[in-house]
């Protein structure tokens, strides 16, 4: 299996915007399964956003909804999370995710996932 390469993330005020870069390789530049996750200390992971790589299908959590854009740039092979209207209670680590498991069922969830990206800090002040 291949890591993925994150990278983008820093400390912005409230109301700026961020743009996350993910660079695929190898089996996962044409993977269906692709998405955004983050977490914060003392909780769970949560999904941020997701890609259907076949159908070009997104879903967003409820929080980031009309504030997040998940894409991708299939020449660059680069996934992207631009985060726009960023809050305070945007700030975690945030993680890309791509490589479908077997039984892997639109729409994913991070038990779908093969791979993961090393996080990347986002915080955002106040």
């Known amino acids: 299996a291949q890591g993925l390469l994150e990278s983008g993330g820093g400390s912005v005020p409230a109301g700026g915007s961020l743009r996350l870069s993910c660079v695929l390789s190898?089996?996962?530049?044409?993977?269906?399964?692709l998405g955004w996750f983050r977490q914060t200390p003392g909780k769970e992971r949560e999904g941020v956003a997701s890609?259907?790589?076949?159908?070009?299908?997104?879903t967003y959590g409820d929080p980031v909804k009309g504030r997040f854009i998940i894409s991708r740039d299939n020449a660059k092979n680069t996934m992207y999370l631009q985060m726009n209207s960023l809050k305070p209670e945007d700030t975690a680590v945030y993680f890309c995710?791509?490589?479908?498991?077997?039984?892997?069922?639109?729409?994913?969830?991070?038990?779908?996932?093969?791979?993961w990206g090393q996080g990347t800090q986002v915080t955002v002040s106040s």
């Open positions: 890609l259907h790589g076949g159908l070009g299908s997104t």
């Open positions: 995710a791509a490589g479908c498991l077997s039984g892997a069922i639109w729409p994913w969830n991070r038990a779908d996932f093969r791979l």
């Open positions: 190898g089996y996962t530049r044409s993977s269906n399964c």
